[in-house]
Nanobody, 120 residues
């Protein structure tokens, strides 16, 4: 069992930055790839970025390339999403999710989400 708790969301102006954190707990947490997804009401949940269990490999959506960076500190059991140059279209609830591998399609565990709102 893995528990995920996100934090760091909030309101920011366009062009600003936020850093999201996801604290992972559980005996096997460090073995999972950790992902960030986001969802806008009425739309499907969208993949944002992911990082492998060891932190050596990452994957990202084209929509955030060059603006968002994922990182992982296994000593703290925490994954981060540094979001720069935020735009109103980045407004969403951001979720942390754990998958067995970097490119697994179905997360095994989800966090509760944190709201990010970008004003124009």
């Amino acid at each position: 069992q893995v528990q995920l708790v996100e934090s760091g969301g909030g309101l920011v102006q366009a062009g600003g930055s936020l850093r999201l954190s996801c604290a992972a707990s559980g005996r096997t947490a460090s073995t999972y790839a950790l992902n960030w997804f986001r969802q806008v009401p009425g739309k499907e949940r969208e993949f944002v970025e992911a990082i492998s269990g060891g932190g050596g490999s990452t994957a990202y959506a084209d929509s955030v390339k060059g603006r968002f960076t994922i990182s992982r500190d296994n000593a703290k059991s925490t994954v981060y999403l540094q979001m720069n140059s935020l735009q109103p279209e980045d407004t969403a609830v951001y979720y942390c999710a754990a998958t067995p591998t970097l490119y697994s399609s179905t997360p095994h565990y989800w966090g509760q989400g944190t709201q990010v709102t970008v004003s124009s």
